[in-house]
């Protein structure tokens, strides 16, 4: 993720702030601080599509796991256990790729927080700069 370099030093004694600036700046406050909210939904719905695998993960085992328990398991119970086999895989696999994304988005909303935290608390100690001038 690039973040581009933002001077918050605050306004001097020798500095002026210009309309144009101040619109400037509150645009790129809003949008850093709205981006951690766009990711927490982002977040959200990858947690849902990770339970939902983890649910067909969790059926197709007890069912695989039922009829593996069988005394005698017929030649259509081996094929199930086979067929069961060949699914868990593919589900595995997919529910190992979707959670990386969970934990990648995770990671992400939790730096956009830091960052955004930042941002918040330079403004914040520019205006603080700002009113003590003004005094």
């Known amino acids: 993720m690039s973040t581009f ?3 918050t030093g605050g306004p001097t004694a020798s500095s002026s702030l210009s309309a144009s600036h101040a619109s400037d ?4 406050e809003a949008i850093m601080l709205a981006r951690p909210d766009a990711l ?5 719905k990858q947690a849902e599509i990770v339970h939902n695998l983890n649910e067909q993960l969790r059926t197709l085992s007890a069912e695989k796991a ?3 328990g ?3 398991p017929t030649k259509d119970d081996k094929d199930r256990l086979n067929a069961l086999d060949e699914q ?3 589900l595995v696999n997919q529910q190992s790729i979707q959670m990386t ?15 955004a935290s930042s941002v918040a608390k330079k ?8 009113i003590t001038n003004l005094r």
Do not use: H, R, W
């Not at 700046?25 to 790129?28: F, L, M, P, Q, T």
């Not at 994304?101 to 960052?115: F, R, V």
């Open 5 to 7: 370099p933002i001077n």
């Open 88 to 90: 868990l895989a593919g």
């Open 25 to 28: 700046s509150a645009s790129i």
């Open 40 to 44: 927490k939904g982002l977040v959200e």
């Open 70 to 72: 069988k005394a005698t």
């Open 101 to 115: 994304k969970l934990q990648d988005l995770a990671n992400k909303m939790t730096q956009s927080l830091e960052i």
């Open 123 to 130: 403004f914040y100690d520019a205006g603080a700069g700002l």
């Open 66 to 68: 039922e009829l593996a």
